[in-house]
């Protein structure tokens, strides 16, 4: 039986939207993008041009400080367009896809040692799945992790259910994680839910830590489990990775070609039924939708509504992405509305009891409901954060550059998605998540 970790603190955010446990029919959309935004740090230098053919496997760019970081394309077919933005900084790589996937065959080693598999997996361009602590960037292929973690239950609102949509990929995840022992000589953690009857296939892994966590979100945030588990401290590093990623490795192992197609859930109240569909990585978003997305003005999300990019009905799926959650735009001004009594919405405060004390799920928009004010301490972020980290002096040392203190009071320890509740909560409506991605950065170009 497993160590069970209680969570005490943190928050569940009930919206209404989940996915039903259904699966619609496989749709190939005819474009699809990888955006190198979606890497932190990255210096990326294209190695196609626009009208090339590419097959799902080959390199589409690198890591211009690291040449063997390689990315690549999800399908195969021509290169259409590589868009840049400001400074002519590249944004998105996009692929018309052909009708039938063509395979770039990689060669299996015959032994996994560490050597053959970073190899392999750094030439498949799965190496960037790989997701290394401190600073939440890619891996560094010559670290030595002291471990690596994943978290196997997903407490976001609106969360991908990994016991449905990776059910068929048993044999696949057993063997990406004997790929991934192979890469650290400390322990692989399994990280699941407590008491969740439906977790056997991560469960019944064998060589590895099985932890269990119970309690709110963020439980399922592999920051807030590591932190429980083993902290990361000064000169420590820790890979973590997704468990649909690890499927993606398990399937290069067996088959030698770089499959992508994953389960990603529909959510969202403006969805006229959310469920999960089967697609591949990179998608465009629009042919996911057909019929489904509903409401005049709603917004797309890749990922959940926490931590999730805003990329509009006709963007892409982003590479680290698993669902796709569209609620309503919050772009309507509420009439003295600190005045009068307010919707029901998911909030922490006492002020609105019906929606504090009524078990049920709600429709929430992306409405702030106030500008900016000044930052000040309160006490409520600790409330939400199950971590030994001071964040209200954390983000203030961030935006003096201070970074002695950054490093004292804990930057090593969080990336953004581990705050998110922080900014959920925030009477200051402070912009939680940017002012650490740019600590993060800051630290990283430093150290």
């Not at 969740?196 to 966590?213: L, Q």
């Not at 990775?241 to 088959?255: A, M, T, Y």
Request: proline residues 4%; charged residues 20%; negative net charge.
């Amino acid at each position: 039986m497993s160590k069970v970790i209680k969570i005490r603190k943190g928050k569940d955010i009930s919206l209404v939207g989940a996915a039903e446990k259904t699966v619609a029919a496989r749709t190939l959309s005819s474009s699809f993008a990888i955006k190198p935004t979606d890497f932190k740090t990255l210096v990326p230098k294209l190695a196609v041009k626009a009208g090339e053919e590419v097959k799902a496997g080959d390199v589409l760019f690198f890591d211009k400080t690291n040449s063997d970081i390689k990315f690549t394309a999800p399908v195969s077919g021509e290169v259409a367009e590589v868009v840049r933005g400001e400074r002519r900084a590249i944004q998105e790589i996009r692929i018309l896809a052909d009708s039938e996937i063509q395979y770039k065959s990689f060669n299996i080693p015959s032994s996994l040692d560490k050597e053959n598999v970073k190899s392999l997996l750094l030439e498949s361009g799965l190496w960037t799945y790989l997701v290394q602590r401190p600073y939440g960037v890619i891996a560094d292929p010559s670290a030595e992790p002291k471990a690596i973690h994943i978290s196997c239950f997903d407490s976001a609102p609106l969360g991908v259910d990994y016991n449905f949509s990776l059910s068929e990929d048993e044999a696949a995840f057993k063997q990406g994680i004997e790929a991934l022992r192979v890469l650290t000589t400390g322990k692989v953690h399994l990280n699941v839910r407590a008491n969740d009857s439906n977790a056997s296939m991560f469960t019944n892994v064998g060589g590895v830590e099985v932890t269990s966590f119970s309690g709110a979100h963020p439980a399922g945030l592999v920051g807030v489990q590591i932190h429980h588990i083993d902290p990361i401290n000064k000169g420590d590093v820790v890979w973590t990775i997704n468990p649909q990623h690890v499927v993606f490795i398990g399937r290069l192992l067996s088959s030698g070609k770089v499959d992508l197609t994953q389960k990603v859930a529909l959510v969202g109240s403006e969805l006229s039924n959310p469920q999960y569909i089967q697609t591949i990585v990179g998608v465009n978003v629009e042919s996911l939708f057909a019929d489904n997305l509903k409401g005049e003005n709603p917004r797309v999300i890749s990922g959940n509504v926490l931590t999730g990019s805003n990329i509009g009905s006709n963007g892409y799926l982003g590479h680290f992405d698993h669902m796709i959650s569209a609620i309503p735009e919050g772009n309507h001004y509420e009439f003295m509305g600190w005045l009068f009594p307010s919707y029901a919405r998911p909030t922490v405060s006492n002020s609105l009891p019906i929606s504090k004390f009524l078990k049920k799920t709600f429709v929430a928009n992306t409405n702030p409901h106030g500008e900016e004010r000044a930052f000040v301490m309160t006490g409520q972020y600790e409330k939400v954060l199950p971590m030994d980290v001071m964040p209200v002096q954390l983000l203030k040392s961030i935006l003096a550059e201070d970074l002695e203190a950054m490093e004292n009071l804990g930057i090593y320890e969080v990336i953004e998605e581990d705050l998110a509740l922080c900014e959920f909560v925030c009477t200051s409506k402070i912009d939680v998540q940017k002012i650490l991605k740019g600590g993060l950065e800051l630290m990283a170009l430093e150290s």
